[in-house]
């Protein structure tokens, strides 16, 4: 797609530039039809114009010091942008926010590069933020600009893995370098990807609502095609999880009353083993004299759980089941009888359903439901996230969000407050019984192995 003459134009800054030299090389080397014609920024001084200048681009300085400042701003601003004819207007690392004037006015017209998967994290200190939520993946954003910060449609986003050691200026470095996409690598591409697909959704959106001039348009195509030609991403690879051993006291209608230790382990490379160990405390050790054991061995493949087989042995509550995906069918006993049910897709067993929890989390889907044996059924059990707590602990104070796990027709509902920094264990559960709270888990302690 040609407009004629290249793209004009008008990259904003408010420091360092490196995404607006990403960019003006980008141009210089024919990779996007575009030039950039003129390079704005809003403090004096900054290294950015130095670069630009280096780079043989026009730059203007435009201060805004203050809160006040912006009408002025912007008023020199639509002087100097029609002055360079600038088609386009491109938000590279600008810490300032325009008004809803300013931006309604060009709505199309200008894009934004954040650093963070958007919608989540909008604002400032992303890479902080990200870090302290114990988050797996990060990532930069190029979105149109609209008068919600950080709000407007996404265009293309690149994604990166955050590692165990990441500091905030590494974990930043990283995510910038994908940001100068245009001569590295990053950006997600390929069709079906959530670029192309907002890219092509939006278009339309937009084509239709008459509001964009195509010149802006083909900008905004233009630079995304050309980023999202780079070498595509190294996919994170799908979260595989963690080993580790946790421990929490247990409380019966708010009375100690023992321990539950999980344990999980990597018995070869995919197959996992997870165990629950109940020891009860004085007097309940009267109705509990042995520790309750639970296990599940499961496979882990393409980030999907698939037990493989259960255990449990409880007074009246023996189970031993065999999970068959080939037939589909899981067979062993329950109850002392017989155990012959048809499978559904993901069914999970009463411990692999966490960590199938666990892995949906990472991989930022929210789990809405999911069909579980129970015992000798396989009931569908319905997830609901009810919103974010932080909760003080013997770990200290972790930040949670609370999920509600209920059977359709059951009177039970467990509450399970699930702490990213934790692998998304949950940090307290409760199990309510016609609303009052019959059993609680504490953690106690976590050790990743
Ligand atoms: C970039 O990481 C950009 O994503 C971020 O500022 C940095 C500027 O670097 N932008 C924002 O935080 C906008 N809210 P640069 O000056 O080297 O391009």
Not at 160 to 172: I, K, M
Request: glycine share 8%; net charge positive; proline share 5%.
């Amino acid at each position: 797609m040609s407009t004629g003459r290249p793209l004009q134009l008008a990259v904003l800054i408010s420091g360092r530039g490196s995404n607006m030299a990403a960019i003006a090389r980008a141009c210089a080397a024919g990779e996007i039809d575009a030039r950039v014609r003129l390079v704005i920024s809003e403090r004096a001084g900054v290294a950015g114009l130095d670069t630009a200048r280096a780079l043989g681009l026009e730059t203007r300085t435009i201060a805004w010091s203050g809160a006040t400042e912006r009408l002025r701003f912007e008023r020199a601003l639509e002087r100097a942008l029609a002055d360079a004819r600038a088609d386009l207007i491109v938000l590279a690392g600008f810490m300032r926010i325009l008004s809803q004037e300013f931006v309604e006015a060009r709505i199309g017209r200008i894009l934004n590069i954040h650093p963070s998967l958007l919608p989540l994290y909008r604002g400032l200190h992303t890479h902080r933020r990200v870090l302290a939520a114990g988050e797996r993946v990060h990532g930069a954003s190029v979105h149109f600009v609209t008068a919600e910060l950080d709000g407007g449609p996404v265009i293309l986003q690149s994604r990166v893995a955050v590692l165990p050691d990441d500091t905030e200026a590494t974990l930043s470095a990283r995510v910038q370098t994908t940001e100068h996409t245009a001569g590295s690598h990053g950006v997600e591409s390929g069709p079906g990807s959530m670029a192309s697909r907002s890219r092509c959704r939006w278009w339309r959106i937009l084509m239709s609502a008459g509001r964009v001039e195509r010149a802006a348009l083909v900008a905004a195509m233009l630079i995304s095609a050309a980023w999202s030609q780079a070498a595509p991403p190294p996919q994170a690879p799908p979260p595989q999880p963690p080993q580790f051993v946790a421990t929490y006291t247990i409380a019966w209608h708010g009375i100690t009353a023992g321990t539950s230790t999980l344990e999980l382990q990597s018995t070869s490379p995919q197959l996992y083993l997870y165990t629950s160990t109940d020891r009860a405390y004085g007097v309940f050790r009267l109705a509990f004299p042995h520790a309750l054991r639970q296990s599940s061995r499961f496979r882990v493949a393409a980030g999907q759980v698939e037990p493989l087989t259960f255990q449990a042995g409880g007074p009246g509550n023996d189970v031993m089941a065999q999970f068959d995906w080939k037939s589909g069918q899981v067979t062993g006993m329950a109850k002392g009888k017989l155990l012959d049910l048809k499978l559904q897709p993901g069914t999970q067993d009463p411990l692999s359903v966490q960590i199938a929890i666990m892995l949906a989390l990472q991989a930022r889907d929210a789990p809405e439901s999911f069909w579980m044996l129970n015992t000798d059924e396989i009931d569908r059990y319905e997830y609901r996230r009810q919103g974010q707590s932080t909760l003080d602990t013997p770990l200290g104070k972790l930040r949670t969000i609370l999920y509600t796990s209920h059977e359709a027709g059951s009177d039970k509902t467990t509450y399970l407050w699930l702490a990213p920094a934790l692998d998304y264990m949950p940090a307290r559960a409760e199990q309510h019984v016609k609303g009052s709270t019959q059993v609680s888990l504490e953690i106690q302690a976590f050790t990743r192995r």
